[in-house]
Each structure stands twice: as C-alpha cells, then as structure tokens.
C-alpha cells in the first residue's frame, strides 16, 4: 500500500465550463496532465471577503505526478480567472499498472 505516491490528482473548479475546457486542453497540450474529468455543474460554498459566499462552478478532476504539480500550478495561475483559484493535490496511494503506465506515457 502506498507504493504509488508519485501521481496525484489535482482538483481546480472554474467559473464555468468553457474556462474548465480552456485550461484542460492547455494542461494537455503541455503533457502536464494525463487526463481530465469535468464535473459541471458543481455548487460551492466557501467564505469570501468576510461572508459566506454560495456559486455554481465546474470542477476540473485532473491526474498528474508530483514532480509536475509546481509546473502545474504555475501554469494555472496565468489560464485561471479566479484571484485566488483552486488547485489541490491529493496523493493517489494506488492505481491499476496499466492506468499508471499509461499515465507514464502521456505526461512529459
């Protein structure tokens, strides 16, 4: 368990789908991610300028590795809208051999 900490998912949520798909096909074209999944619409709630705020976004599910994370995230900020964007990594702890090689493949 735990062998596979090198690839990550990547979180992002986008003010809309056209933005989600822009920053998707730019990650791609880059190799930064292997894939992307867009969830729209998604409903947030988060604090903001000292209130509750409450949007319909999209949400970007991307797979990466680690070692491309700074890379990634440096990238976002120049394609994101938002201020203060979204961009979490989780560790994929395990994966099929066959996913994670091709996601080996596809990343630069």
Aim: charge should be negative; include cysteine.
């Amino acid at each position: 368990m735990g062998t596979n900490t090198n690839y990550i998912i990547v979180l992002v949520t986008t003010p809309n789908k056209m933005e989600a798909e822009k920053i998707a096909q730019s990650l791609l074209t880059e190799k930064l991610i292997a894939c992307a999944n867009i969830i729209n619409p998604v409903i947030s709630f988060f604090h903001w300028s000292g209130k509750v705020e409450r949007a319909e976004e999209c949400l970007v599910v991307m797979k990466s590795r680690l070692d491309l994370f700074g890379e990634l995230a440096e990238r976002l900020k120049g394609l994101h809208s938002y201020e203060v964007p979204e961009v979490l990594a989780l560790p994929i702890v395990e994966g099929s051999k066959a996913y994670l090689e091709w996601m080996d493949q596809a990343l630069k």
